[in-house]
């Protein structure tokens, strides 16, 4: 008598193994989107904050070259930097030296009512005597 040996040949993945299969795929293709949408922010976020130091910048260059002697005080405005309009705040405070006046720009989002500040840089003023 001969005896047959019967071999189950598996050809292929169970409906259990395909779902698993299809769930880890999806969890991993979330976290990619994730963080590719993470990353889309980020870079808008990085361009709106580099175009508020230029404006802050602008603003001490401006009053540097003119040679500015501006009275103590706050003053607004705005600013419109590649397409991008953006406010700007001038504080100009005493400093123990009468001859210089210190100057803090702020640079903020009109979207955000200006609550949010982006930018902000310091610099002196200088009176300089005109003969």
Known sequence: MRHTKHVNNKAGFTLLE??????????????????????TNHAGDMRIRVLADWVAQNRLALHAARGDWI?????????????VRLLWKEEIINTPNPAFRRIEVSVSDPAENGDHVLRQLSGYLVQVSRK
């Open 71 to 83: 009275q103590v005080g706050i003053e607004n405005g705005e600013e419109t930097q590649a397409g």
């Open 18 to 39: 395909t779902l698993v299969a299809l769930a880890i795929l999806a969890i991993a293709l979330a976290a990619v989107l994730r963080a590719t949408g993470a990353a």
